[in-house]
C-alpha cells in the first residue's frame, strides 16, 4: 500500500470518530486542566494568608519607597481615597512601564547582544534578576520574618546559606531543567512573594492598586493590541516558550520547549491525566498537517 493510501485511511479514520465520545473526552480534559489551575491558586492563597499573618506588622505598611502619600490618623475618608489613588496610580505606572519596555524587546528582537564575543540573552537576564530580587530579597525578608516569629534558633551564616541555595535551586527550576512540580512550586511561591508585598501596603492603598491593575490587566490581556496579549501572541507564532511569565500545568524543561508550540505539551500532559489515551497520538491528529490527495 502506498503512501497517498495510508495518508486517505488516516483521515478517514479521523472523521468516523465519534462526536458524542470526543465530547466527553474533551469535556474531561478542559475540566482536569481547570482543576490543574485551581490548585496553584488555593496554595497561594494559603501561603499569602499564612506570610501575612507571621511577618507583617503595623509599622511595615508605610516603609514602601513607592508611597508617594502615606496615611495619617487624622486625615479625612477624601483625601486617604485620593492619596490611595496616587499611590495606585504611580504603582501602575511602573508596571505598564516594565510591560511595555518587555514587550518592545521581545517584538522587535531587541533580546540579543554580543558580550566579549558571546551572544548573551537580555531578556533571560532581566527574568533572572528580578526572579533573584524576589526571591532572595522578599524572601529573605520573609522567612526571616517566619523564624523570628516561631523563635527557631538559626545563625546567620546557615540562613544566608540556605536561602543562597534557594535562589539559586529556583533559577535553575523555573528557566532550566527541572521537575515539573518543582517548577510549579517555585512560581507558586514568587506569586505568593509578590502578594504578600501587596499586603505590607496600607489598606486603602492595596485595595486602590487591586482595583486599577485588575482593569490593567483585563485591557493588556483581551485587547487585540494589548501588551500581554501582543506578546502571548507573538511567542506563539515564533513557537516559542515564555518560562517565568505564565504558569504552565505541561510544561518544566524550558529549554527543550523552545522548539515547539506550548500548546502541544499542555494537550499532551492534559491528555495523559486522563489515563485512557494514548498522548502522542492525540498530539499527532492535533499537530498534523492536512493532506491534499488526488482522487483521480
Known amino acids: 500500500m502506498d503512501n497517498t493510501s495510508t495518508q486517505r485511511l488516516e483521515i ?5 470518530t465519534d462526536p458524542e465520545k470526543d465530547y466527553k473526552e474533551n469535556l474531561r480534559f478542559f475540566c482536569i486542566q481547570v482543576k490543574n489551575l485551581f490548585k496553584p491558586l488555593l496554595i497561594t492563597f ?4 499564612w506570610f501575612s499573618l507571621t511577618t507583617i506588622d503595623e509599622k511595615s505598611s508605610n516603609l514602601s519607597p513607592t508611597l508617594v502619600y502615606k496615611q495619617s490618623s487624622g486625615d479625612s475618608t477624601s483625601t486617604i481615597l485620593g492619596g490611595s489613588l496616587i499611590n495606585a496610580l504611580i504603582v501602575l505606572g511602573s508596571i505598564v512601564g516594565m510591560t511595555l519596555l518587555f514587550v518592545l ?23 533572572g534578576l528580578s526572579t533573584s530580587m524576589i526571591l532572595g530579597g522578599t524572601g529573605g525578608l520573609t522567612f ?11 545563625d546567620y551564616l546557615t540562613f544566608f546559606f540556605c536561602l543562597w541555595n534557594f535562589v539559586a535551586v529556583g533559577l535553575l527550576c ?3 531543567h527541572a521537575p515539573l512540580y518543582i517548577q510549579q ?21 492595596a485595595w486602590c492598586v487591586v482595583s486599577v491593575v485588575s482593569i490593567y490587566d483585563l485591557f493588556a490581556v483581551l485587547c487585540p493590541k494589548g501588551p500581554l496579549k501582543m506578546l502571548i501572541t507573538t511567542a506563539e507564532e515564533r513557537n516559542e516558550a515564555l518560562p517565568g511569565l505564565l504558569y504552565s500545568v505541561g510544561m518544566a524543561d524550558t ?16 491528555i495523559d491525566d486522563l489515563e485512557n489515551k494514548n498522548s502522542f497520538e492525540i498530539v499527532d491528529n492535533i499537530t498534523s498537517p492536512e493532506v491534499e490527495t488526488d482522487d483521480t
Not at 187 to 199: D, E, G
Open 185 to 205: 512550586s517555585y512560581l507558586v511561591v514568587v506569586s505568593a512573594l509578590l502578594a504578600t508585598n501587596m499586603a505590607r501596603l496600607p489598606e486603602w492603598t
Open 46 to 49: 494559603c501561603l499569602v494568608s
Open 255 to 270: 529549554s527543550k520547549s523552545m522548539k515547539a508550540s506550548p500548546g502541544v505539551y499542555q494537550v499532551q500532559v492534559g
Open 174 to 176: 523555573i528557566y532550566y
Open 105 to 127: 524587546c521581545y517584538v522587535l528582537k531587541l533580546y540579543k547582544v554580543r558580550i566579549f564575543n558571546y551572544l548573551e540573552q537580555l531578556i533571560y537576564a532581566w527574568l
Open 144 to 154: 526571616y520574618g517566619i523564624i523570628r516569629y516561631y523563635n527557631i534558633a538559626m
Open 12 to 16: 478517514e479514520a479521523r472523521d468516523n
